[in-house]
């Protein structure tokens, strides 16, 4: 099973900061890695798929790189709404495993 | 709008079972796979697995192999998700989402609002 490491498990920035997460995975996955958001209480919600491609309606603030074994998510800009949980998943091989969260809190 | 209502919380006695629906709307349901995703209490998200709504071919996570039954009711565009001998780590949020593809690229979008299932004596 391919297991998917986020980094870092929980951070703390401001409105306005630019934040980047970082997700590995234990083998290479090309570009098969998708992000979510999840906001508490609520279904998770996919912001980039492909690694890199945005998801219609999600904000340009969001982008995605990497490929391999190696990914980001970067927020350019935080936003109040934007303090959630964040999730890397990759999608080359079943189980399709997630990562084990990102925190994003308020500083 | 693509749209997945699931059914309410249940709870449920250790070792009984329980069936979870998810009904979509909105789309082609034959067009698309369903995945189901759980998420314990505070935790992370799981895959459980997958059905094809076209033919009904399934791929379930190795853990849940023979406790696990995902299937689907085309004419009511229903997709259902039963496990069975519950046991108090089953106790979670049972999300359903829509497994879209492009090539071999796949994705989870949109996803239910989920469905709490609590085991407990």
């Given amino acids: 099973d391919i297991q998917m490491t986020q980094s870092p498990s929980s951070l703390s920035a401001s409105v306005g900061d630019r ?23 609520k279904a998770p919600k996919l912001l980039i798929y492909a690694a890199s491609s945005l998801q219609s309606g999600v904000p340009s603030r969001f982008s995605g790189s990497g490929s391999g074994t190696d990914f980001t998510l970067t927020i350019s800009s935080l936003q109040p709404e934007d303090f959630a949980t964040y999730y890397c ?13 990102t925190k994003l809190e308020i500083k | 709008q693509v749209q997945l209502v699931q059914s309410g919380a ?29 998420q314990a209490p505070g935790q992370g998200l799981e895959w459980m697995g997958w059905i094809s709504a076209y033919n009904g071919n399934t791929n379930y996570a190795q853990k849940l192999q023979g406790r696990v039954t995902m299937t689907t009711d085309t004419s009511t565009s229903t997709a259902y998700m039963e496990l069975r001998s519950l ?18 690229l796949r994705w989870f979008d949109p996803w239910g609002q989920g469905t709490l299932v609590t085991v407990s004596s």
């Fill in chain 2, 10 to 38: 249940e709870v449920k006695k250790p070792g009984a079972s329980v069936k979870v629906s998810c009904k979509a709307s909105g789309y082609t349901f034959t067009s698309y796979g369903i995945s189901w995703v759980r």
């Fill in chain 2, 87 to 104: 046991r108090s780590d089953d106790t979670a949020v049972y999300y359903c989402a829509r497994d879209n593809s492009l090539l071999d």
């Fill in chain 1, 19 to 41: 934040v980047t997460i970082t997700c590995r995975a234990s083998q290479s996955i090309s570009s098969y890695l998708n992000w979510y958001q999840q906001k508490p209480g």
């Fill in chain 1, 89 to 101: 998943q990759q999608s080359y091989s079943t189980p399709r495993s997630f990562g084990q969260g």
